[in-house]
């Protein structure tokens, strides 16, 4: 038994899809440039829609960060509900009425709050050392004020009345 004979023919031409598979190939092609052409246009509409959105923002908050919130970072805003939990018009009330029961012979220069510490510092000025001790006493007896004690006095030789310049400080409390 033999195996019948193979013919192989390398030369000869064969068909390359006629004119369907030219059609099937130029509608894929056409379709391909297509789907780019409207990619394009859709990144270049994006990126359009991201930069309006970016200065429609930038514009809402007058170039503030992005973790601000009502024109306050979080520091900010902490500060300020800080500031607001002092009582100030209960503080300033017992300096004023300290002052008057000394016979107003004590200015109140300066009052500086520190509110981690629910501390205030008072400076201040009276005619002597007397009336300063006495200022201090009276605080004592103000409500919202523990613990005021004198930190440092001075003579004032500049002055021609020589007043005594001092500072008081002392713990606040919210209660009234």
Known sequence: MSAPRLQLDFVQRRSRGGAVGIAVATVGVLSL?????????????????????????????????????????????????????????????????????????????AVEPDHAKHRVKVTAEARDLDRALSYVQRLRKAPNLRYPMLDSHELRTEDANHPVRFQVSADWSDAT
């Open 33 to 109: 440039a297509a789907v780019l052409v409207q990619r394009h246009e859709l990144t270049a509409r994006l990126a359009g829609l991201e930069l309006r959105n970016s200065e429609l923002a930038e514009r809402a908050n007058h170039g503030r960060s992005p973790q601000s919130v009502g024109g306050l970072d979080s520091q900010n805003a902490e500060k300020t509900v800080r500031e607001l939990g002092t009582p100030w018009s209960q503080l300033l009330a017992q300096l004023e009425t300290a002052s008057s029961d000394t016979e107003n012979e004590v200015a109140v220069l």
